[in-house]
């Protein structure tokens, strides 16, 4: 896999998991802890994103 079709794909799993943060912020059955793991995984992404444009 090619540097940029990575970086597409980390794009495309960042953009999924914004939709599915969103998602569980407006739902009041999901946790507190729930979202909070999204959002980690959500900023892990971001930084591995930034970290491979970089190069």
Known sequence: ????SHLEE???KH???SAAVE???RSPSIS???ITQLKKQK???KEEI???SMH
């Open 43 to 45: 900023l892990r992404l």
């Open 15 to 17: 953009d999924s998991l």
């Open 50 to 52: 930034t970290r491979l």
């Open 32 to 34: 507190t802890l729930e």
């Open 23 to 25: 998602n569980a912020q």
């Open 10 to 12: 980390l794009k495309k």
């Open 1 to 4: 896999m090619s540097l940029s």
